[in-house]
């Protein structure tokens, strides 16, 4: 059974960085395109980054663009998400997802498994 555990998140100042991060268990990372969305109080859960099998190729939302780095590290079956010029709108639930489609989706029905989530709240 795969799972997926995310840790990293905590309250940072704007203009700050953190740095995310999502184990998966039970099956080989490499076999999954990697994405992380997020979820913000009274709004629904969008797309922030995807990743393909080998780093080959990456997706980002608009909002994110420039700032944040998705990354992977197939041996330590570890997904990686780098934030950096973070920012109030930026403040919410980050979850990590795993999906067998084989580039970076940003569609959030296409990810099979998903974690438990974690706050990054960014004061102002």
């Known amino acids: 059974q795969v799972q997926l555990v995310e840790s990293g998140g905590g309250l940072v100042q704007a203009g700050g960085s953190l740095r995310l991060s999502c184990v998966l268990s039970?099956?080989?990372?490499?076999?999954?395109?990697m994405g992380w969305f997020r979820q913000a109080p009274g709004k629904e859960r969008g797309f922030v980054a995807a990743i393909n099998w080998n780093s080959g190729a990456a997706n980002y939302a608009d909002p994110v663009k420039g700032r944040f780095t998705i990354s992977r590290d197939n041996d330590k079956s570890t997904v990686y998400l780098q934030m950096t010029s973070l920012n109030a709108e930026d403040t919410a639930v980050y979850y990590c997802?795993?999906?067998?489609?084989?580039?970076?989706?940003?569609?959030?029905?296409?990810?099979?498994?998903w974690g438990q989530g974690t706050q990054v709240t960014v004061s102002s």
């Open positions: 997802a795993a999906t067998t489609f084989i580039s970076p989706t940003s569609t959030l029905d296409r990810y099979r498994y």
């Open positions: 039970g099956d080989t990372l490499i076999r999954y395109t």
